[in-house]
């Protein structure tokens, strides 16, 4: 069975620029999520979907991030614009349910690390 | 509020000792599911256990157990005969039932020396 697919593995800009990361989920899992790890830190939830709806967004900056996921399959997350301190690994999980719900584990991709200069 | 601790910053081992990770929680949830993940320098999160609330049957696998008491609010996970692939970090998370966020611990990062 294929993991979770996420692109680009890493990425460096400039402050104030764009960048777009994608995530493929496993197939057949209705939940995906968003999580930003900052380095030395656990990760935290940015967005939460349910198919293509969000469940939760609260930790979400929404003034620079954005994130949609259309069909209820693969998402994208933008930033824009990037500040030094969104430097980190961001990594998109997915789960058959809502990881709490049942207790389904969620499966996580390798991350893709930005580097904000 | 949710919140999970792993007060063990970094752990060194030598191969072939056992060591244990520990994790404490809080929340006011009476339903809630616990895990641990596993993170490699390879950077995904495997995942390694999840306990519910109700079930506070100590689990063995393998080499891994985990030991979870809700009287002191803990979850540790204990490797035993240590071998140097489980040098990685060590998650600790909590989630309460439903379409609820994962909070996570800080991470114990364990280095197992050969």
């Known amino acids: 069975e294929a993991g979770v697919a996420q692109s680009p593995r890493y990425k460096i800009i400039e402050k104030r620029q764009s960048v777009a990361f994608w995530c493929n989920p496993i197939s057949g899992h209705a939940t995906l999520y968003w999580y930003q790890q900052i380095l030395g830190q656990g990760p935290k939830l940015l967005i939460q979907?349910?198919?293509?709806?969000?469940?939760?967004d609260s930790q979400l900056p929404k003034d620079r991030f954005s994130a949609e996921r259309l069909k209820g399959v693969d998402s994208t997350l933008k930033i824009q614009p990037a500040k030094l301190e969104d430097s980190a690994v961001y990594l998109c999980?997915?789960?058959?349910?809502?990881?709490?719900?049942?207790?389904?584990?969620?499966?996580f991709g390798q991350g893709t690390r930005l580097t904000v200069v | 509020a949710q919140k999970v601790t792993q007060a063990q910053t970094e752990i060194s081992v030598v191969e072939k000792e056992d060591v244990t990770l520990d994790c404490v929680y809080e929340t006011r949830d009476t339903t809630y599911y616990l895990f641990w993940y596993k993170q490699p320098p390879s950077g995904e999160l495997v995942f390694l256990i999840r306990?519910?609330?109700?079930?506070?049957q100590n689990e063995i696998s393998g080499r891994y157990s985990w030991n979870f008491q809700k009287s002191t609010s803990s979850f540790n996970f204990t490797i035993t005969a240590s071998q140097v692939v489980d040098s990685a970090v060590y998650f600790c998370a909590l989630s309460p039932g439903g379409y609820q966020k994962v909070t996570f611990g800080t991470g114990t990062k364990l280095q197992v020396i050969p």
């Open positions: 306990r519910n609330s109700f079930d506070e």
């Open positions: 979907f349910q198919n293509n709806g969000v469940v939760d």
């Open positions: 999980a997915s789960s058959l349910g809502g990881t709490g719900y049942r207790g389904t584990e969620a499966f």
